[in-house]
């Protein structure tokens, strides 16, 4: 070999065939992206053969200052470090690396250095990068997840379902989490590099990043804009100005890619399912298997007492105080990510919860877990991270007070069974849900669950007066599914167990709230006295016009019922019940194959249900694969019960099955969303007859 400067000519970071030996080829096919814990290779070309007197040496770097630096050794099959083996061939020498399963995630920087016999450098060849990622497929690694059905759902499936809505009527949404899509894992390291821990000490942050538990602890917190540079910032009502309503997204890749193209500014709004599905996304991207959770009746706990406080006026309205409060929510969304707690004792594997909604500071920092769901379930409340704050969410009580006009407090109302109903995700079979409330509680009365309430410290007996079960007077709303638009009826019973007839006073209210139980405004209200003839059930129906509600309902379009009932047998009662307003279907319809690359022609149609025009339709549309969020605009009004169809084209991008996600807003009416599933056929050039053999 005549010059040792120019040995090694070129590398060959194998690419395609590594990302396709490591479920990364949709990430990217011309960048090295792997999984730890799993070996790759790369090839030297050279100009000769190596020297028998020269041997290659292998270095590492992580952190734009190379912070970190590992040496990688040559000693085989050493589970705990990097090492590598080589085999050569002419003018080839094939480098095979082995990573540990707990090694750190992020983008690496390998240098290949040829050493002399006395230990000097003879050539180095740098600027050769990869990334790695968490690997669930190795059984090593803490995030293993041995199911290759679950791992096709929780970290190659692109799209999913959130559930939303009340618990007597729940609804879903589509979402492209896209967490393949182009430079979202780059954006996902961004996210991790612009931490608070990472800007105040980046070494140390990314030795750290070997931990799933610290990694998404740190996702929970970037994913909200609360105190860091972080993704979304939250609104919950009207007006979102100088922002996007939180409603109007479908996926969580523009949400991204705004932040990043923006300089780390906030993207406005976000809202916890929103939140929750970026937050999916991301760790998906990285690795660690993530599933998107709805808690319905979800409660916020702010003083820790295991018990949500509703303080109402005289008038059944909620009242207002200074500082901070409890609330229940209709639902709420967190995620759930797979791993191994070796930082806790044995038992609390498994799926652990992370919620990025700013609710409460945990350590100082506007981020929730990750909290083992069996910690929940055994009302272990002492495990890392805020347990109590999470089995208050599916646990607490709800208990209703009158603040009388001389400031005493009077319990009408006690609720032990209504908060955390029909926690649910999308099945990992198709587009449906999956109930997962018995992982978070044990049966409703069962010896287990008293046993739980004890250890956890919230009561087990109802005090004297407030159990429904011990009164003789019973009180039930009911109500149809209304579409959201029309009038309808809510129907009070009054259910009389006495063996003497009661008089009693009846007050009905009716107001809009958002899905975090903010009073919009008030619908309609009614006092009248009722007379109930014993073992008899008496009925009021109270009548909700459009209009009663149209000028104040929130977009989440819930209406919230009140009925109140005092008579001097007993103590009050009241009866809460919240009323979803359903929305029109919309209907997609892709015509034609379609393949990648080319166009591809849509039609969408709705019907609008109100009595009132539509002004400023718009459609937006967006899927993995398929487009970007892309907008469609109505021309001119839509007037009460006329159907509108728009049509348009779109070149699909990746082959496979991909979703097509589509939301309708208008002054009106807004968040109307539908989905069709799109098969997308790869492009195949002519076929040539070939006699076998021959190419």
Not at 65 to 94: M, P, Y
Request: with cysteine; proline share 5%; aromatic share 10%.
């Amino acid at each position: 070999m005549n010059n040792h400067s120019t040995f090694i000519t070129h590398v060959d970071l194998r690419s395609r065939e590594n990302n396709l030996a490591h479920r990364t080829k949709e990430i990217d096919r011309q960048r090295l992206i792997v999984r730890r814990g799993q070996p790759f290779s790369i090839t030297l070309q050279c100009s000769d053969s190596l020297p028998t007197t020269h041997h290659l040496e292998l270095v590492l770097h992580l952190g734009e200052r190379n912070e970190v630096v590992i040496n990688v050794g040559n000693q085989r099959g050493v589970r705990n470090r990097w090492w590598f083996s080589q085999q050569e061939a002419q003018d080839e020498i094939l480098l095979t690396l082995h990573s540990p399963p707990d090694a750190v995630i992020g983008q690496y920087h390998l240098a290949v250095l040829m050493m002399s016999s006395e230990g000097r450098i003879v050539q180095e060849m740098e600027k050769i990068s990869f990334h790695l990622l968490f690997n669930p497929w190795c059984k090593d690694d803490v995030v293993y997840l041995p199911d290759e059905i679950l791992l096709q759902e929780y970290i190659m499936n692109e799209n999913g379902l959130i559930y939303l809505g009340a618990w007597d009527y729940i609804t879903s949404i589509p979402w492209n989490y896209g967490q393949f899509e182009d430079y979202v894992m780059d954006i996902c390291f961004e996210v991790l590099n612009n931490s608070k821990e990472a800007l105040n000490n980046l070494k140390m942050d990314i030795e750290r990043r070997s931990d799933p538990v610290y990694v998404s602890r740190i996702i929970t917190a970037m994913v909200n804009a609360n105190g860091d540079r972080g993704v979304l910032a939250g609104r919950w009502q009207e007006p979102y100005t100088q922002g996007v309503a939180p409603n109007r997204w479908t996926g969580s890749v523009p949400i991204l890619r705004e932040w990043s193209r923006t300089e780390l500014r906030a993207v406005k709004y976000g809202q916890c399912w929103v939140f929750a599905a970026v937050a999916c996304t991301v760790l998906r991207c990285l690795g660690i298997p993530t599933r998107l959770v709805t808690n319905f009746s979800s409660a916020h706990d702010v003083d820790g007492n295991l018990s949500i406080d509703f303080l109402l006026d005289e008038n059944l309205q909620s009242f207002e105080r200074r500082y901070r409060h409890d609330s229940s929510w209709n639902f709420h969304c967190w995620v759930e990510s797979w791993m191994r707690r070796d930082d806790l004792p044995n038992g609390n594997d498994g799926w652990q919860i992370l919620d990025p909604t700013p609710q409460e500071l945990s350590d100082g920092v506007f981020c929730c877990g990750p909290c083992p769901v069996i910690a929940i379930k055994e009302g272990n409340l002492g495990v890392k991270y805020d347990a109590p704050f999470v089995f208050a969410e599916v646990n607490a009580d709800m208990v209703y007070w009158i603040v009388q006009r001389d400031g005493q407090r009077r319990k009408i109302r006690v609720d032990e069974s209504s908060v955390g109903r029909h926690i649910s995700t999308k099945s990992v079979y198709g587009d449906y849900r999956e109930d997962l409330t018995l992982q978070y509680k044990y049966p409703e009365g069962s010896k287990k669950e008293r046993e739980v309430y004890e250890r956890a410290g919230r009561r087990v007996m109802l005090p004297p007066g407030l159990d429904p079960e011990k009164r003789q007077l019973k009180l039930t709303i009911k109500h149809a599914k209304p579409v959201f638009g029309t009038d309808f009826d809510v129907i009070v019973e009054v259910k009389n167990e006495e063996s003497s007839d009661v008089q009693a006073q009846l007050t009905l209210l009716a107001s809009t709230i958002t899905y975090t139980s903010v009073h919009r405004g008030e619908c309609q209200r009614q006092s009248i006295t009722v007379n109930v003839p014993a073992n008899k059930v008496h009925r009021e129906v109270l009548r909700l016009h459009y209009d009663d509600y149209a000028t104040c309902v929130s977009e989440h379009r819930l209406i919230r019922v009140k009925a109140f009932l005092e008579a001097s047998v007993e103590e009050p009662i009241m009866a809460v019940a919240d009323i979803t307003l359903s929305t029109p279907e919309l209907h997609i319809q892709v015509a034609g194959k379609a393949v990648v690359w080319e166009p591809v022609t849509t039609y969408i149609s709705f019907s609008n249900p109100l009595p009132v025009p539509l002004k400023g339709g718009v459609f937006t549309v967006e899927g993995a694969g398929l487009l970007t969020a892309t907008q469609v605009y109505v021309d001119g009004d839509i007037s009460p019960g006329q159907m509108v169809s728009v049509k348009f084209s779109f070149s699909p991008m990746r082959s496979g099955v991909k979703k097509l996600m589509v939301d309708f807003d208008s002054d009106r009416l807004k968040d109307v969303k539908g989905s069709a599933t799109v098969v997308v056929r790869k492009k195949y050039r002519n076929s040539i007859s070939v006699l076998p053999g021959f190419y």
